[in-house]
């Protein structure tokens, strides 16, 4: 079968596109390269190429920074927006290459001392992660059992972030895998938040099969104790840090949440019916300083307290003639009747 290409406007598409990064790269990745290059003598936004190419402008940013890795695109002052490199020649002074040679060695001599902070500075060309997973099957089946997990293709910034925590953190490929299944259960697959967690694996020295195991499953209780104070609380919005130390606190503590919502009914019997996550500490820290950990326990003292308050009414009464007063100390009544008063 021939094929005639009609004549009309053209624009050129560099040969290393089509010979060597067709593989690599996703739909739309290719198609938002194509939208640059047929207006590369154009001002363009992330929101404009979005628009006319039908995809978020999150994956516009995603597909400039995997074709400037693959030395297509390229940045200057004199325009923001991408364009093409025009000169193959300028291709080849890849500076990149000496810093990296010489940073690994001061990282496997001091793997704490200067860690990064996330793999944005950790270059890596589309083929050269072609050639991790071509050589390393256990980062190919990483891959591999992640995209099931999320559901779609990995971009090439995702993987980066992967090798990254695997070749600079020193976390196993099967780590990662379990790594982004908890991420993925929790709706918060992205790259950040997971570096954020391996970072601190890292720090804590939580790098075995076991360690990470439980460290998933404190994190999951953390975050399943905490929607259900949200629930209860009526929160639309996220704690905030200080609420959400409130929160890990009384998790550490082994307040259940029936003790808390006690705790919380209180607040909301006041003037103000404002959530007051310090005044529930307050009731929280006197009962465990009564040893009061049980909804029973807690009802036996509203019953003395309110018995307490029905007595000091008695007690304002006028007495018949010819009976006498009890003699009742007012500062224990009071104390009895506000145990919560901070």
């Known amino acids: 079968m021939e094929i005639y290409l009609k004549q009309g406007h053209t624009f ?10 067709l593989k690599l790269a996703s739909h739309d990745q290719l198609k938002i390269l194509l939208y640059l290059l047929c207006h590369a003598d154009e001002p363009l936004t992330a929101e ?7 995809v978020m402008p999150a994956s516009v940013e995603d597909a400039i920074a995997f074709w400037q890795d693959a030395n297509v695109l ?17 291709v080849q002074p890849a500076a990149p290459a000496p810093p990296v040679t010489v940073t690994v060695p001061e990282l496997s001599a001091e ?16 083929s ?9 099957q256990a980062i190919a089946e990483m891959f591999r059992s992640v995209e099931p997990l999320a559901g779609r293709m990995l971009n090439n910034t995702e993987q980066k972030s992967m090798i990254w925590m695997h070749e600079y953190l020193g976390l196993e490929p099967d780590l990662i895998l379990m790594l982004a299944a908890y991420c993925v259960q929790n709706d918060c697959f992205h790259v950040r938040y997971m570096e954020k967690i391996a970072i601190e694996w890292q720090e804590r020295g939580v790098m075995t099969h076991a360690l990470v195991e439980e460290d998933i499953r404190r994190r999951t209780e953390a975050r399943s104790f905490t929607a259900k104070l949200m629930r209860m609380f009526e929160m639309k919005r996220q704690p905030t840090r200080l609420q959400q130390e409130f929160i890990d606190r009384w998790q550490q503590q082994g307040w259940s949440t029936e003790m808390i919502q006690i705790a919380y009914e209180k607040t909301r019997n006041q003037k103000d019916d404002k959530l007051n996550f310090n005044y529930m500490n307050g009731i929280l820290e006197h009962w465990a300083q009564d040893g009061i950990r049980t909804v029973a326990d807690a009802q036996k003292q509203d019953d003395a307290y309110y018995a307490a308050r029905q007595q000091k009414r008695s007690s304002t009464k006028k007495p018949p003639e010819g009976s006498t007063n009890s003699s009742i100390d007012m500062s224990d009544v009071e104390k009895i009747m506000n145990p919560y008063r901070l």
Do not use: Y
Not at 48 to 54: G, M, W, Y
Not at 128 to 136: F, T, V
């Open 111 to 126: 793997p704490t001392a200067k860690l990064q902070s996330s793999s944005s500075q950790f270059s890596l060309l589309p």
């Open 48 to 54: 404009t190429v979005a628009q006319n190419c039908k």
């Open 74 to 90: 390229s940045d200057t002052q004199e325009q923001p927006a991408v364009r093409l490199q025009t000169a193959a020649p300028q």
């Open 128 to 136: 050269e992660i072609a050639a991790r997973i071509e050589k390393n």
């Open 12 to 21: 050129a598409v560099p040969v290393t596109v089509a010979d060597n990064l």
